[in-house]
């Protein structure tokens, strides 16, 4: 057994530390100053600007195919470098990437929404959640029927990350109402275009999903994403992959911010001594720590079985509902080492803890993942005492 990355990971992994230590959290009280005042984190121009930035030294694509001019790095070392991006909340990302489902596209999708994408010249939003339909997305009701060579789609989608600001959606729709999610549900590519409206959802985080609205909003048959009837196992495709990035981003967070504690600790005077010398606070360090490792090693193995070819759906359940939970078990004990000062808008620790509070819930809430956990277990699908298997 091999704990240790080889030397050009971890060449990478230095790198891309330095690029986010030098290039990017200096923009931290920017971003603050810029939402506090109800505007972007970032102007488009700066986000710009450091993805050109992050081009030059290599970055671009990380997760992207080399003929798509990618890097192709592979799930390990993208969980890797998603804790390195975890560390800062500048709502950067590195760009030359495209949803992992739009490689199901025709060439000709692949021409009109996979490459724009990757080049960044396009923006996609996924859309599978509706006002009915959240945990049991199963049960989804948008409809789409067939009317000559289209596809016209009618419901409502909610909570869609990037909505607002997407040009296309990848929208999943009822096709067969009698087989439902087994075989009777779609996705069609919808560019703005053909007619969707979307409406912002203000929440406690700089999230900003949004609802959509489908009003007979006309879809070429080219335009289906994969097989017709096969939509849902492409959504479960999509929200596979976050079930190890959302983790290892949040092994990124609690790091920097338990390190802030520590500085903290260190200086923060109370009846004579440093609060560090104090018990009750070295247990939540030291608390704090034992669950990030333990987080930090269970989303390593998701993504080590995915790059391995092996089902990685159970340990990337269990990864993402330990990494969640772990992110705001260690906000809560940052902030409360900070004091007062912790539930000030001075520091960035409010900021965390509000953003952090969601990865409890999309992707699979927690419940949803400890109901695919046990269910895994108690129907045999998955065994206690492996190692690696
Ligand atoms: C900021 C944000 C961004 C999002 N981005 C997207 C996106 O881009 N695309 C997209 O399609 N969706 C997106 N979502 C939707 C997200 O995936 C859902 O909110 C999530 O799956 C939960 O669904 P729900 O909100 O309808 O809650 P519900 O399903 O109504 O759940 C309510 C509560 O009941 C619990 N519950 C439900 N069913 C069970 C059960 N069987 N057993 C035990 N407990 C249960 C839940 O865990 C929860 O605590 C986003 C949500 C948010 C908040």
Not at 125 to 130: D, G, K, V
Not at 150 to 161: M, P
Not at 356 to 372: A, N, P, V, W, Y
């Amino acid at each position: 057994m091999d704990f240790s990355l080889s030397p050009e990971e971890l060449q990478i992994r230095d790198t891309i530390r330095a690029f986010v230590e030098r290039e990017v959290m200096p923009l931290e009280p920017e971003v603050l100053r810029s939402e506090r005042a109800g505007g972007p984190g970032l102007d488009p121009e700066v986000l710009r600007d450091l993805r050109l930035k992050a081009k030059k030294m290599g970055f671009w694509g990380i997760n992207t195919p080399e003929e798509y001019g990618g890097a192709a790095l592979g799930p390990v070392m993208s969980a890797i470098i998603a804790m390195e991006m975890g560390r800062t909340f500048v709502p950067f990302s590195f760009g030359g990437s495209a949803d992992n489902i739009l490689y199901a596209g025709t060439e000709e999708q692949k021409r009109r929404y996979l490459i724009p994408t990757i080049e960044g010249e396009r923006r996609s939003c996924f859309a599978i959640t509706e006002p009915g339909a959240g945990s049991d997305a199963r049960s989804i009701r948008t409809r789409a029927v067939k009317d000559g060579g289209d596809w016209v789609i009618n419901g409502e989608k909610t909570f869609i990350t990037g909505g607002n600001e997407a040009d296309f959606v990848m929208v999943f729709a009822v096709t067969d109402p009698d087989k439902g999610a087994n075989g009777g549900v779609t996705c069609f590519l919808a560019d703005r275009d053909m007619g969707w409206k979307s409406e912002p959802i203000p929440t406690m985080g700089q999230w900003g999903p949004a609802s959509l609205v489908f009003e007979d909003v006309r879809v070429p048959e080219d335009n289906i994403l994969g097989e017709l009837g096969r939509g849902f196992e492409l959504a479960m495709q999509w929200i596979g992959q976050g079930r190890y990035m959302i983790p290892a981003r949040a092994v990124g967070s609690a790091e920097r911010m338990l390190q802030m504690a520590i500085d903290y600790a260190n200086i923060r005077m109370s009846m004579g001594k440093p609060i560090a010398e104090y018990q009750a606070i070295q247990w939540m360090i030291a608390d704090s720590q034992v669950e990030i490792e333990a987080a930090k090693w269970l989303t390593l193995h998701a993504a080590w079985r995915v790059r391995e070819g092996m089902d990685a759906r159970h340990a990337s359940s269990i990864a993402k509902l330990n990494g969640a939970v772990m992110a705001n078990q260690v906000v809560d004990r940052v902030l409360q080492i900070h004091g007062g000062m912790g539930y000030t808008k001075e520091l960035p620790i409010e900021r965390w803890y509000r953003e952090l509070r969601l990865l409890r819930i999309f992707e699979g809430t927690d419940e949803i993942q400890r109901r695919t956990i046990a269910r895994n277990l108690l129907r045999g699908h998955a065994r206690l005492g492996t190692i690696g298997e």
